[in-house]
């Protein structure tokens, strides 16, 4: 069974960035549609973006377009989300997404 980690998130200030990693173990990312949810305290996980499979073509929610960039790199197998211009809103936890399969997730906290 494939395992999810992520890695990469923190506490950061309004406008600042972080990159968010997505690994695999059991299986190889390179294969499969990948996406990032996020969910905040209190309310329900949300797509935020995703990439596909074959072309790596890519989604955004509407309220990251323009400052979120997915990516995928085939050579170490890894999935980035890039998160620029950050929000408080943007504060919840994000999650790596395989099919039925979830990592743990990692916090961002957005906070001046």
């Known amino acids: 069974q494939p395992r999810l980690v992520e890695s990469g998130g923190g506490l950061v200030q309004p406008g600042g960035s972080l990159r968010l990693s997505c690994k695999a173990s059991g299986v190889g990312l390179r294969s499969y549609a990948i996406g990032w949810f996020r969910q905040a305290p209190g309310k329900e996980r949300e797509g935020v973006s995703c990439?596909?499979?074959?072309?790596?073509?890519?989604f955004y929610e509407d309220s990251v377009k323009g400052r979120f960039t997915i990516s995928r790199d085939r050579a170490s197998d890894t999935v980035y989300l890039q998160m620029d211009n950050l929000k408080p809103e943007d504060t919840a936890i994000y999650y790596c997404n395989l099919d039925q399969f979830w990592g743990q997730g990692t916090q961002v906290t957005v906070s001046s």
């Open positions: 990439i596909s499979s074959d072309d790596d073509t890519t």
